[in-house]
């Protein structure tokens, strides 16, 4: 069953989940890393649409204008007005280059200012979409409440948002990490399918539900005495379809332990 972020009140949490609530503002939210509501979440993602807005208005607005062009002509055009006034060349000189270096400077700070914002309200939707996208999925696998922050720092070293959508990468950070068909990239379903294989502690003993799953005993392990539909002499098809579609970690347990 997946964790709710927020309770009304304390007698609302199921008893076995009370001590992975918090008391703020007078409502009870999960303690966990990362995770926030969904207005929340909403409201950074419409900053970050402004902001790309704001950004593509910008770029449109001065296309195909060549900036030191602009420049030059604004020289230009300001030597020219101090000169009606009677002002001598060296002055002008002296006058123009001041005034654009303050002009650029201003402008600097103001660039810089909206690039960091774009930045971290990028990088925290990024963290906050994936760490909820591999909670929701590790939850319904039978995540262990307090391996919330181990998987979430795990998926964090794995997937960055590319076009808004979680995308998988190997160690170096560039290359795309496949899934099983070799094709497309590795989805967090399929992520999540390999950690229940790889860090079995990380989940209840019934990971992923169904019948197929409550096979496996506490830790991961394999129940003594049930028949392993991947062993020669008891061979099912049926199951082991059954078992790879409700529990893919420990039908590779028990496909490795019938080798």
Same mark, same amino acid.
């Given at each position: ?45 419409? &900053? ?6 704001? =950004? ?45 270096? &303050? ?14 914002? =774009? ?86 003993? &019934? ?15 394999? =129940?003594?005495?049930?028949? &392993? ?31």
């Amino acid at each position: 069953m997946a964790l709710k972020f927020k309770f009304t009140t304390r007698e609302e949490i199921p008893a076995e989940q009370q001590s992975l609530y918090i008391e703020r503002d007078g409502t009870w939210v999960l303690d966990a890393e990362g995770v926030v509501e969904k207005s929340k979440l909403d409201e950074i993602r419409n &900053n970050q649409t402004a902001l790309i807005k704001e =950004r593509d208005e910008i770029k449109k607005r001065f296309e195909g204008i060549d900036p030191d062009e602009v420049r030059r002509l604004a020289e230009e055009k300001e030597k020219l007005e101090l000169q009606a006034k009677g002002h001598k060349p060296e002055e002008i000189e002296k006058v123009v280059e001041g005034r654009l270096k &303050n002009a650029k400077s201003e402008w600097d700070k103001q660039f810089t200012a909206v690039t960091a914002e =774009r930045d971290a309200l990028n990088a925290r939707l990024t963290a906050i979409q994936i760490d909820q996208g591999v909670t929701t999925v590790a939850t319904k696998r039978g995540l262990r409440p307090t391996a919330i922050p181990d998987i979430s720092a795990r998926a964090r070293n794995v997937f960055r948002l590319v076009n808004g959508v979680p995308t998988a990468f190997e160690a170096d950070g560039k290359t795309v990490r496949y899934g099983k068909d070799g094709i497309t990239p590795m989805t967090i379903d399929e992520w999540i399918d390999s950690q229940v294989a790889e860090a079995p502690h990380l989940f209840e003993s &019934n990971a992923g539900g169904g019948s197929g799953s409550s096979a496996a005993a506490p830790g991961g392990a394999i =129940r003594q005495g049930m028949k &392993n539909p991947f062993k020669r002499e008891t061979w099912n098809l049926t199951e082991q379809m059954k078992l790879q579609k409700s529990d893919p970690g420990l039908a590779a347990r028990l496909k490795a332990a019938a080798n």
